[in-house]
């Protein structure tokens, strides 16, 4: 695996933008995890493959980890402010739920609990849970560890940080035990995060400072899923430089303080949001269901990776003129013209469920069919080459990408993907079903054999 590679398998998993310094410091990260785990670098790069953790941590060493203790003071006391009040509104029993995500060391969800502690007596602060979690290990380690040198308390007043911490003898001020137990931290990423958290679950959700390393799609998607996190009326703070969340989730909280938001009652928010956008996700893809007949198919795989309006246009690259365009599927998005805003609906469906399923090929294919049927082929190239990624070796994946290549004009790689999958195929019984679950082997080497020949 190439470094291109892994870092675009860290943008598909974690939607990371990658920086200038990335592929300089990929390098040191794979030594550093090589040794720790006594490894070669291709042993390492095998595991990479299949071990979701590993990737995890491999992430973990190109993010930033900075983070001070009451960053964005107001904030905090926005958030205190907020969380007393439900305190007063809610059940005696209940308890209430802060979610810092992408916690860096620590030192976000620790401000919480040591505010909390400060706000209120001891029974109501015990009925406040604070959960945190980041792809970063190290800073994860450091966060249990709950130690800090005195720069993690730039412009905290003194006396708080001596009510709550105590010089060790390494020079570092450790969190009283009993407040650091107070928050549960967790290995993993928004978006693994978010698949397991219920609907309407949180109270108060910090997402600061993360979403400025991630790609526009990746941050649409989690703030779709913060708000279905989120309870009605659900505060969400960001950082003021953070990519602004979307105006139909959530508006600018009623006091004045910056990156602070109130989740909308939005129409599909909630449990029902939830999965209603699951259902539309999978009725689209059902829709764009890749399908090969025996009979008719060999012209229907290409011009179904041909966009709508192109249909026509792109037969030279499909086959004969006369073929049935699709041959027995049910209609796809490329076949309804003019439906734009149901396209557009289901990209962000797509792109939601990457967000949610970032390993999963599924997303990226279905994605990818949608961005061709935008007449988008060049990202569409991007997101087949993430389902192969993520999906190993997927036939079916790498069909759709050797078609995107060719619609984007990439005709030599084309051709290599073409004829790489055609000895894949080959190899096959011939009524090998793929990696759909639809797709059987024969008829798509048929549709390769046509793709090859249109290629030249
Ligand atoms: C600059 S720190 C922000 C820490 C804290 N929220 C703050 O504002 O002080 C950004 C953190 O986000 C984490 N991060 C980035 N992408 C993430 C993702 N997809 N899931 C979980 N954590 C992520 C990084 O590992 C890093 O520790």
Known sequence: MTEELILQ???????????????????????????????????????LQADADLLRELAGHL?????????????????????????????????????????????????????????FDRHRAARI????NDINRDALDRARRAAYTPWSFRGVPEPLVRRYFTMTEAGHLALAPAVAATVGFE??????????????????????NVAIYLEPAAIRAIYTGLHAALRPSGLLLIAPADPLPPAELFERSAEDVAGAFVRRR???????????????????SQRAAVRVDADRAPASMPLAAGHGEGAGSNRSAA???????????????????????????ELDLASQFIATRPTAPHGYLMRGRLLLAQQRPAEAVDDFRRALFVGGDNRVARFWYAAALQRSGNMDRARSQAAQLAVQLAALPEDAVLEDGQTVAAGLLRAVELMRTSLG
């Open 187 to 208: 290995h993993a990423s928004i978006q693994e995060r978010l698949v397991r958290t219920p609907a309407a679950a949180v109270d108060a959700i910090l997402f600061r």
């Open 129 to 132: 849970e604070i959960v945190a």
């Open 266 to 284: 939005a129409r599909t928010s909630g449990a029902n949001g939830k999965v209603f956008a699951q259902l539309r996700f999978q009725a689209a």
């Open 9 to 47: 398998r860290l943008a598909a998993a974690f939607g990371l933008v990658e920086r200038s310094t990335w592929r300089r410091e990929l390098v040191s990260a794979l030594e550093q995890l090589g040794e720790r785990r006594s490894v070669d670098r291709a042993h390492l790069e095998i595991e």
């Open 63 to 119: 993010t930033i980890d900075e983070s001070h203790f009451l960053r964005h003071p107001q904030q905090f006391e926005l958030l205190l402010t907020h969380l007393g009040s439900r305190l007063d509104r809610a059940p005696p029993g209940e308890r209430l739920r802060v979610w810092s995500a992408g916690c860096a060391k620590g030192e976000e969800p620790y401000s919480v609990a040591l505010l909390a502690r400060e706000r």
């Open 319 to 345: 086959g004969p003129e006369h073929r049935e365009p699709v041959a027995s599927h049910s209609p796809s998005p490329e076949h309804d013209r003019g439906d734009r805003r149901r396209t557009a609906l």
